[in-house]
């Protein structure tokens, strides 16, 4: 809790309110955390894990919106509107969640406006994302959706060599591809010398004017 941005102007008093008042409870692999249609009156904290946040299409396919860590939130949108829930949070790996009500949130809201300004901000970067993910879909082919992310995860870090935060089968379902053409991809980028790829996740990029170059087309 103390690690929390979002708790970060709370007395330690209140902080323990909160944990006095959430529910904590374990997901294991593949666990369903909510889906469309549930109520949406809950603040979920990641503690430890990864959750993914997706939408089915009407063919059943995936879209992931989001993959969240430990000390990420999700819910927040439900605390201004409480329409249901209309996507699917799936555990990636055993992950524990506390689970805080809503209207025990709006109650803090009332005294600690700071925390809505930062549940707003966190839900904003979350809208952005997922537009940035529809623009590319309709802008660029796979190639320059993988050099787009690259490129962005170099910025995020500030540095042109740095580990996935989550594996390729993911990633491929962010940039809407399937993981066997996103590895043909990456592979081929490594040839050309554009990236260096060691294990399943480290990716160094080598020439970025060229990487730059695919993405604009």
């Not at 059943?60 to 329409?83: T, Y």
């Not at 020439?207 to 604009?216: G, Q, R, V």
């Amino acid at each position: 809790m103390d690690k929390i941005s979002l708790f970060d102007s709370l007395s330690t008093e209140q902080k323990n309110l909160i944990l006095s008042k959430s529910i904590h409870r374990n997901y294991d692999k593949g666990e369903i955390i909510f889906s469309p249609g549930d109520p949406g009156d809950n603040l979920y904290i990641i503690n430890s894990g990864e959750v993914k946040i997706y939408k089915l299409s009407s063919q059943g396919k995936q879209q992931v919106l989001h993959v969240l860590g430990p000390k990420d939130f999700l819910g927040e949108h439900a605390l201004f509107d409480q329409k249901p829930i209309m996507n699917t949070a799936e555990a990636m790996k055993k992950t524990s969640i506390c689970i805080l009500k809503g209207s025990d949130i709006r109650d803090l809201l009332m005294e600690h406006p700071e925390m809505g300004l930062k549940i707003l901000a966190q839900y904003a970067k979350k809208n952005v994302q997922v537009l940035d993910i529809v623009e590319s879909m309709g802008l660029y082919d796979v190639e320059q959706r993988i050099a787009k992310y690259l490129l962005d995860l170099s910025r995020e870090f500030s540095m042109n060599a740095f580990r996935l935060p989550f594996s390729k089968g993911t990633l491929a379902s962010i940039i809407g591809t399937s993981q066997e053409t996103l590895s043909r991809k990456l592979s081929s980028m490594q040839e050309e010398g554009i990236l260096a790829l060691s294990g399943q996740r480290n990716i160094e990029i080598l020439d970025m004017e060229a990487l730059e170059d695919i993405l604009e087309g």
